[in-house]
């Protein structure tokens, strides 16, 4: 199991950027994939983003397609999610995730995924 622990959340206003980190460390750290989801109040957890171990695969939910960025640098075990334009919409609380089996898993509320952080908070004011 990993200790996935997410950092860069905080309180910006429509249009504004953001940078999500979450770092890992475990018993083992090869060939697991990562990604993002999030959840607003009253509603389920929903997929974000999704890279693969090397970062030749990369998944995004329509949604944030074309604002969002997520990328890793496995020397620091660390993936990443850039934010750009932000909506009132993308507010909800953004949980980091990692698991060895990257396809369909990733989608969904990922509730087949293994391992994830506690979360951090994204609010977008209009």
């Known amino acids: 199991q990993l200790q996935l622990v997410e950092s860069g959340g905080g309180l910006v206003q429509a249009g504004d950027s953001l940078t999500l980190s979450c770092a890992a460390s475990g018993r083992t750290l090869s060939n697991y994939a990562k990604g993002w989801f999030r959840q607003a109040p009253g509603k389920e957890r929903e997929f974000v983003a999704a890279i693969n171990w090397s970062g030749s695969v990369i998944y995004y939910a329509d949604s944030v397609k074309g604002r969002f960025t997520i990328s890793r640098d496995n020397a620091k075990n660390t993936v990443y999610l850039q934010m750009n334009s932000l909506k009132p919409e993308d507010t909800a609380v953004y949980y980091c995730?990692?698991?060895?089996?990257?396809?369909?898993?990733?989608?969904?509320?990922?509730?087949?995924?293994?391992?994830w952080g506690q979360g951090t908070q994204v609010t977008v004011s209009s």
């Open positions: 995730a990692a698991n060895p089996a990257f396809g369909s898993i990733w989608s969904g509320s990922g509730h087949g995924i293994g391992d």
